[in-house]
């Protein structure tokens, strides 16, 4: 389920994916939820592009630690490769 950043207080999250479109970002929305994992979502920029680089905005996606096996293994479950 979506946490608020209040919930990661105390906590050092672990970063589990960058979605780099909207349509990506709600559909792991979903299958974090459907697995039961609490996560966190926000944006932030990163850098992409080979040639021309640029900075662009993704969807960021945390976990807590205990959470990050189950995250990884829905992710998998699901096409999305996690985030190292």
Same mark, same amino acid.
């Given at each position: 389920? &979506? &946490?608020?950043?209040? *919930?990661? /207080?105390?906590?050092?999250?672990? +970063?589990? *994916?960058?979605? #780099? &479109?909207? #349509?990506?970002?709600?559909? +792991? /929305?979903? $299958? @974090?939820?459907? %697995?039961? $994992?609490?996560? !966190?979502?926000?944006?932030?920029?990163?850098? !992409?592009?080979? $040639?021309?680089?640029?900075?662009?905005?993704?969807?960021?996606? *945390? $976990? @807590?630690? /205990?959470?990050?096996? %189950?995250?990884? %293994? %829905?992710? +998998?479950?699901?096409?999305?490769?996690?985030? &190292?």
């Amino acid at each position: 389920m &979506k &946490k608020e950043a209040d *919930y990661f /207080e105390g906590h050092e999250p672990q +970063l589990i *994916y960058i979605a #780099k &479109k909207l #349509k990506d970002a709600l559909r +792991l /929305e979903n $299958v @974090l939820d459907a %697995a039961g $994992v609490d996560f !966190g979502v926000e944006t932030d920029e990163y850098q !992409g592009g080979f $040639v021309f680089r640029s900075m662009r905005t993704g969807a960021f996606f *945390y $976990v @807590l630690e /205990e959470s990050r096996e %189950a995250a990884v %293994a %829905a992710m +998998l479950a699901n096409g999305y490769i996690p985030a &190292k």
